[in-house]
């Protein structure tokens, strides 16, 4: 069965760098999402992205954060100067065009 | 934001029992529900899903339940089975029509053999 995946499983970097989270959703999908889940938290909405632009973005989303459809496989979540407060677990996501949304495994991203 | 409460964070119920989870929400733009299964370390796993121009919807041991008129909906678990227990997720969607899911808190159901 297809299925979205996700690298790398776990970063670790250090307050201030680059990090950029990589997923390949599943092949025939055209939506792709990236969402957060902070330890205790929700899971919260970053970014839908579709046809090559993001079609939606919360407040979190702030200039420090970009997304790329590099290629016609993955679709990729940067953060340009990490902060403490964006360690979290990082979730991909990619519908067909429906409402049904399909995760992938997720990145935990830990900032020191 | 709280679009989509799940006001149980826990639940623990005996094998073969029913389990029923539930969720309610406030913003009567939403017109889709989903729910979501999420073991520890692995992303959210869909579950089921209702529209809500429905009232119920079946899948096996699952079932949801839409009540628009009090923005509730529930999933129940029947029979309920250990490998069951996970942490489920309601979420909506609809208004803004992205895509965009606003998830709940999250209930842990812990099934008990």
């Known amino acids: 069965e297809p299925e979205v995946t996700q690298t790398p499983s776990h970063q670790v970097t250090q307050m201030g760098q680059e990090v950029i989270l990589r997923c390949v959703p599943i092949?025939?999908?055209?939506?792709f999402y990236w969402y957060r889940q902070i330890l205790g938290q929700k899971v919260e909405f970053l970014v839908s992205?579709?046809?090559?632009?993001?079609?939606?973005k919360s407040e979190i989303f702030d200039d420090q954060f970009s997304v790329e459809r590099p290629d016609g496989s993955n679709f990729t979540l940067k953060i340009r100067s990490t902060k403490l407060e964006d360690s979290a677990m990082y979730f991909c996501?990619?519908?067909?065009?429906?409402?049904?949304?399909?995760f992938g495994p997720g990145t935990r991203l830990t900032v020191l | 934001d709280q679009q989509v409460k799940q006001n149980s964070p826990s639940l623990s119920v005996q094998e073969g029992r029913i389990s029923i989870l539930n969720c309610d929400y406030t913003?009567?733009?939403?017109?889709?529900f989903l729910w979501y299964k999420k073991y520890p370390a692995e992303g959210p796993t869909f579950l089921i899903s209702?529209?809500?121009?429905?009232d119920k919807n079946e899948d096996g041991r699952f079932t949801v339940f839409l009540n628009k008129s009090a923005k509730h909906l529930s999933l129940h678990i029947v029979p309920s089975q250990p490998g069951d227990s996970a942490v489920y997720f309601c979420?909506?969607?609809?208004?803004?029509?992205?895509?965009?899911?606003?998830f709940g808190q999250g209930t842990t159901l812990q099934v008990k053999p």
């Open positions: 996501a990619s519908s067909a065009g429906g409402y049904t949304q399909y």
């Open positions: 209702i529209s809500s121009i429905k």
């Open positions: 913003n009567s733009m939403f017109d889709y």
């Open positions: 092949s025939n999908h055209l939506y």
């Open positions: 992205f579709y046809n090559n632009e993001i079609s939606e």
């Open positions: 979420a909506a969607s609809g208004a803004g029509n992205t895509g965009k899911l606003i």
